[in-house]
Each structure stands twice: as C-alpha cells, then as structure tokens.
C-alpha cells in the first residue's frame, strides 16, 4: 500500500471502522482539512491516553482540546506514508503511542506539519467529552454539535465507554431520523415473509417469575398472534404455585396449539436466571430454530401481528415498546449511568409517548424481545448469558449482549400493547384481579365491563322500561360471576335481621339478606368503580352504601314496598334468570311497572327515596344475586 501513497495531491482520511460515524460528507471534509493549512491533522481530546508521563510535553493551548487521539488521522498520502514510514513495532502494538510519539516530537512535528484538530472541526471524539455534544435538528436533517467549540464535526468517534451515546447519535445521524421524514432506514433490509415458502420457526419462551395479574388474558394474547401453529413452540417457566391452576387450564386446553410444549414449574425451584438460560438454549441447540421470543407474563400483546412485524424488521435483536398505561415505565432504557443502572435519555418520553417514530439502538431491553437463531449459535452461543454477578437477569444479558457487540433495538412504529403493574399484587383474595381496577385500569375494563357499555354513549345504548327506571349494560359475565365467588366465600350473610351493627344506629327499617362491600374489603375499589363507569351515565355522585344481597326462597325470598334511603340507587343483576334462579325481580308501584326479567351485568338506576316505591319479588327457585349501591350527589 505505501506504494500508492506517492501522490503528492491525494488526502488520505483514516480511521476506525467500526465505532464511528460520518455526520458530514467528503466535500466537507476536505474543505475543513484544507482550512487548517496543515499537512496531517489528528483528532483532538482532553485526556491523555495510554502515558499519563507524556502530559506535561504536549504543546500549550490556549483554547481547545489538548491532546492527541489516533481515532482520526487526515493528512497528504506522502506525509502519513511518512509517518507510517517509521512503524517498527508489532501489529498487535499500541498505535496511539506509536502517533504520540511522533507529534510530540517538536522537530517531526514542524517537518511533517502536523496539527491536533483542538476544536472538533472534523474529528469530535466522544469519550470524556459526551457532555460537550448536542443534537442539532434540522427540518430534513440531524447534526451532531460541539456546544463548546460551536462546530459541526464530520466524523464522530465513541471508543470506549462512549459507544452507548454513539449509538443514541447514530439514531439520528447521519440521516437516519428527522422531524420532516421521520425514521429514513426503518424499511431497510426488511424480510418479506410474503416471500417465503415457509415461515420460520420460532421458539415462544414465556416466564412468570412473579405473582402478575390477568395471568389467563396474558396467555390468551399469546394464542391471539397471527402465526401459523405448525411454526410455534413453547418453553414456559412458571415461578409462582398460585398461577399453576392457570398454567394447567391453558396445557389442558392450548397444548396442541404448539408443535411442542415444554412446561417447567415451581417445583422445579429453578432461579430465574436458569431458567431464561434454559428456555433461550433451546433454541439455540436446534438449528431448525430461526427465532426466539420472549415474553414475561406482564406484558400485553394487543396487537395479534407483533411476532411477524418483529420478524419483517430483521434485527439480531429486537423488541416491541411497551408501557405501563398513563406511565412512562417501559421495557427500554435510553441511556446508561457511569455504573450500568437505568439513566434517561434526551428522546426517551418522545420515544415512549410515540412522539418520535423508529427503530431504536438502545443499550438495555426487557420484558419482550426476539432474537434470531442465528444469532444465538454465532455472537451469543455463551450459554449463561443470563448470569454476572450483582446483576438481574435482564441486566446480565443486555450487558452481555453489548460486550459482543451485538446492537439492541426497540420499534414503536406500531401499537403492540402494554406492560401491567405487578406492584403490590395481593393473592389473598379468591378472585385477586377484582382489586386490580386502580393499578391495572385498563386490563380491568377490559375483563370486568360489560362489551357493551361504550355503547351507551355512542348509540344511546340504554332502555327505560318504567317512567324514570334507566336500565344498561355495565358489568360483565365474568365479573359478576366473580363478585358472587368472593362474596360466598366470605359466606357472613347478614340474615336480613333488622339489627344491624354494621351501619349507624344498628338498625336497619328495610332488612336485606346481604354482604357489605367493606367486609371483603372492596369498599374503596367499588367506590372507584361507581365514579368511573356509574357516573359518566348519570350524574358524578357519591355511594354512600354499597352492598351485594342475595334471595332466597328458605331465607330472604323478597323485599316489602320501600323506598330507598338515597337520592338515586343502582342496581345491577349478579346472575342469570332460568339458569340461575326462578322468580325475582323488581316492581315500582307509582307507575304498576314490573322488570321481571332482569339482565345479569345490567344495571337498573332510579331515584330513591323521592318518588319510587318499589318492591323486591320473590324469588322461588335458587339464588339471585344483586349488586345495590346508594347514592347521593
């Protein structure tokens, strides 16, 4: 090579291939090199590296980055063949000495006219400097910028601990993202699965390490993806004895849904950290196995075609955004702290509020991520990747992951769904979800309000089938099914006594066969679920009294003629009618008006002690079930 160095006009520009990136191009460049009416020009940073003793014989500058780096070299070919000239040291030796040694040397330095670009005109070096460097938004374009210095440098440089923040700017630079087009590579190299013959095979690895709400919706989500079936196996790991009824109802049910499906539980008594080695070895050990994806039992995959859209996108390593909903709690990490623990990013709320669309280099993934096989039998065949002292499992992996060099990338070009809260979950209920409406809003909605209910607002979706008698949809099946679980659970049913230590007083005019909501301790959570789902309907109120009654023909069959002590009340059916029980339902005497069919999940809601004396009719066969709250605006 050095024999075609002897052109006296051709500028050479060297540097590292594999940790940096051209935010300029060649025009620019050349024209900053010529600016500096230098003949080599080295890349400038403010630490001295790999002798500390040769500090004090750099040259003085006044403003500027004092030191050499050997990151960037641009220079005439016959003044770096010059240099190169004088290499008699071995391949694997030190380089950056070898350049230092040279330019500190004041005689070469003056023969050679040699320069440090002191002012990250071409060459900004990020390490130890990441402070310094901004991104500079353009409506077509995205620069990176030295605020100290004010310049635009061409080549960016991450060696060492500032690979991460090189691939934040790599995100952007040199056209990756803008405001105008948005992400400008995210379709590049995609797989066409419409193109294939066969789809590939992928190994599905789920983990339930925690007690997690909404266990059995999680696991229909999985069989809600849109792939083909004879393409999907199973490795699950279930941690926790209280889900094992849930993980042997969806084996009972789904385990042909899968080519294989390989269960291992809590007897096992297998960490974490195993047994995401496990699930991750499978794949690995089977070379027909093209993809691997996993999925912790606290994400909510929304979106049926999340595995092909990540499989089409053709990273190593990729995974789906999620978040906690009204949270900005992801499964990524934009940045790191000095010590690997989570820190923020500039683009991180943007990212995660979708503000700004993409593919996204990031140094730390959770919860849902796929990996391709390949990649599992070449840069990742270490078979412990989940295991390094004093770190998480997931903590392990991503930093293990970065160490082979291998990129992570997280897209919210899509909707896929979300993240549930598992703080705090308490299993000591029968049905736990049930307390789950303030932490987990949205999963309870969608499993506890009748399908219905929007409707309401959208179609006037409601019946009135006596004078001021409002009748809807708001529970649903399930819900009402497990409201009268937890309550005959409880089993301390009232008698329908007129005394009653439970309300003020101790006496109680209209007796009920019934349970209090504070006594299972769902007072609060009821409460919640009248201002959010009650009053939307009608007006914002107050409950000041909420309690599940239960008739029966032995017992409490009926209730007299009475007026409710509220201003309005509500009433909502528990269980079916001719399925359930015989008889029942409720009768307004002002008006001669009787529902004598009652819709479980529905709700009746009337004034109460104004106007609308009504009575409960009896019930002649089984159990009927009532939900009942007063209310007062």
Not at 150 to 165: M, W
Not at 429 to 439: K, R, T, V
Not at 448 to 455: D, E, L, M, P
Request: contains cysteine; hydrophobic residues 35%.
């Amino acid at each position: 090579m050095l024999e075609d160095l002897n052109l006296q006009d051709l500028v050479l520009l060297v540097v590292d291939s594999y940790d940096l990136i051209f935010a300029g191009g060649a025009e620019e460049v050349l024209r900053k090199f010529h600016q500096t009416h230098h003949r080599v020009v080295f890349g400038a940073e403010g630490l001295v590296w790999p002798d500390k003793r040769l500090e004090d014989r750099y040259p003085v500058v006044r403003s500027g980055k004092r030191f050499l780096n050997s990151g960037g070299i641009m220079g005439y070919a016959t003044s770096i063949k010059a240099i190169v000239a004088q290499w008699d040291l071995h391949d694997n030796d030190d380089d950056q000495l070898f350049y230092t040694k040279i330019y500190l040397d004041p005689l070469q330095r003056e023969t050679l006219n040699m320069t440090l670009d002191h002012k990250c005109q071409i060459f900004q070096n990020l390490n130890g400097a990441i402070d310094e460097v901004l991104l500079k938004f353009g409506s077509d374009r995205v620069r990176i910028r030295n605020s100290v210095y004010d310049s635009l440098p061409v080549v960016v440089h991450g060696n060492r601990n500032s690979k991460i923040y090189l691939n934040y700017l790599a995100n952007y630079v040199p056209n990756t993202w803008n405001y105008e087009q948005a992400c400008t590579t995210c379709d590049l190299h995609m797989l066409d699965l419409s193109q294939l013959e066969v789809y590939p095979e992928v190994l599905l690895g789920v983990f339930i390490q925690q007690p997690t709400p909404f266990v059995p919706e999680f696991l229909q989500r999985l069989l809600n993806l849109d792939y083909p079936r004879d393409k999907l196996h199973l490795f699950l790991h279930n941690q926790e004895v209280n889900h094992e009824k849930h993980i042997q109802r969806f084996w009972t049910e789904h385990r042909h849904h899968f080519v294989s499906f390989k269960v291992v539980g809590p007897e096992e008594n297998l960490s974490q950290a195993d047994a995401r080695n496990m699930g991750m070895d499978l794949c690995r050990q089977n070379a027909s196995c093209d993809f691997y994806f996993s999925v912790d039992s606290d994400v909510m995959l929304t979106n049926p075609q999340t595995l092909k859209i990540l499989i089409q996108q053709n990273r190593k390593i990729i995974a789906p955004l999620v978040t906690r909903h009204g949270k900005l709690w992801s499964n990524f990490w934009g940045s790191l702290s000095l010590d690997g623990f989570y820190a923020r990013s500039e683009d991180y709320i943007d990212i995660v509020q979708s503000k700004r669309i993409g593919v996204w280099n990031v140094p730390f993934l959770a919860h849902v991520y796929l990996v391709q096989g390949s990649a599992l039998r070449a840069e990742l065949r270490e078979k412990n990747l989940f295991v390094l002292e004093k770190l998480d499992p997931d903590m392990a992996l991503c930093r293990h992951t970065r160490e082979m060099g291998v990129f992570m990338f997280i897209t919210n070009r899509q909707e896929f769904g979300r993240l549930t809260s598992t703080a705090n979950y308490n299993t000591s209920h029968h049905n736990n979800d049930l307390w789950q409406i303030f932490q987990n809003p949205v999963d309870w909605k969608e499993k506890y309000i009748h399908r219905n209910y929007t409707r309401i607002f959208t179609e006037n979706f409601m019946e009135q089938p006596c004078p001021d008698v409002f009748w809807f949809p708001v529970l649903s099946e399930e819900a009402c099914d497990e409201m009268v679980d937890e309550m005959e659970n409880h089993g301390s049913w009232s008698g329908g006594r007129h005394e009653d230590k439970r309300i003020t007083g101790g006496y109680e005019t209209v007796p009920t066969d019934d349970i209090h909501m504070k006594q299972i301790g769902f007072d609060k959570e009821w409460l919640h679920f009248i201002r959010e789902f009650i009053s939307p309907v009608t007006l914002k109120g107050y409950a000041v009294m909420n309690f599940v009654v239960r008739y029966t023909p032995g017992r409490q069959a009926y209730l007299r003629p009475h007026h409710d002590s509220s201003t309005f009340t509500i009433n909502i059916a528990l269980n079916h009618k001719h399925q359930d029980f015989e008889g029942g339902g409720c009768k307004f005497h002002r008006y001669n008006c009787s529902i004598e069919s009652p819709r479980k999940g529905w709700s009746f809601m009337h004034p109460g002690r104004l106007t609308h004396l009504h009575e409960g009719l009896p019930t002649t066969h089984g159990t009927r079930y009532i939900a009942i709250s007063f209310i007062d605006p």
